[in-house]
T-cell receptor
Framework: ELKVEQNPLFLSMQEGKNYTIYCDYS?????LYWYRQDPGKSLESLFV?????AVKQEGRLMASLDTKARLSTLHITAAVHDLSATYFC???????????FGQGTILTVHP | EAGVAQSPRYKIIEKRQSVAFWCNPI?????LYWYQQILGQGPKLLIQ????????DSQLPKDRFSAERLKGVDSTLKIQPAKLEDSAVYLC?????????????FGAGSRLTVL
């Protein structure tokens, strides 16, 4: 069974600070997704990472993928309040053929 | 393009009652998913359709949950009889087939409360 673990699960940050969310997964994968979810809302796609060493950036968020280490990171630069949300990574296991989500990281950015 | 439509948005029922959720995916998206998201957890796949055929239903509690996708477009997810632990948001998602970069697009979800 494919396992996807995120850490930290809770992250409280001050505005202007940097931090990284980690996503570990247990088996071979050829694609990894990052999603954002605001309270009471559905999931919004942020990034798709398809190959080893892939890096994608959008605004203050940057995602990367290391398929050999089975690890993805979501780096937040100079956080602002609008980034407060829950962030999920989701991994498509090539053996299992389905998308498995991590537990989510609840990010709160304080002034 | 229009998004994934789901209804109802909210439903409150008592245990042992039945409930049905409806999903209309994005036009042209052959793959449709139902996920269950319990409060504080990540979404868990219940069932995946490719057109009107089931690809994966290994985590669907088949004694009480059923789903169908007639004509390869709309889908319904039914729970009968409901249990307290079925309280969750049921998310429908769709995806265009072919191309690893194609993301799952999620609907707004149907929030179920079982009393």
């Amino acid at each position: 069974e494919l396992k996807v673990e995120q850490n930290p699960l809770f992250l409280s940050m001050q505005e202007g600070k940097n931090y990284t969310i980690y996503c570990d997964y247990s088996t071979t994968s050829d694609r990894l997704y990052w999603y954002r979810q605001d309270p009471g809302k559905s999931l919004e796609s942020l990034f798709v990472l398809l190959s080893n060493g892939a890096v994608k950036q959008e605004g203050r968020l940057m995602a990367s993928l290391d398929t050999k280490a089975r690890l993805s990171t979501l780096h937040i630069t100079a956080a602002v309040h609008d980034l407060s949300a829950t962030y999920f990574c989701a991994v498509y296991g090539t053996s299992y053929g389905k998308l498995t989500f991590g537990q989510g990281t609840i990010l709160t950015v304080h002034p | 393009e229009a998004g994934v439509a789901q209804s109802p948005r909210y439903k409150i029922i008592e245990k042992r009652q039945s409930v049905a959720f409806w999903c209309n995916p994005i036009s042209g998206h052959a793959t449709l998913y139902w996920y269950q998201q319990i409060l504080g957890q990540g979404p868990k796949l219940l069932i995946q359709f490719q057109n009107n055929g089931v690809v994966d239903d290994s985590q669907l509690p088949k004694d009480r949950f059923s789903a169908e996708r007639l004509k390869g477009v709309d889908s319904t997810l039914k729970i009968q009889p409901a249990k307290l632990e079925d309280s969750a948001v049921y998310l429908c998602a769709s995806r265009r087939t072919g191309g690893k970069a194609n993301v799952l697009t999620f609907g707004a979800g149907s929030r179920l409360t079982v009393l």
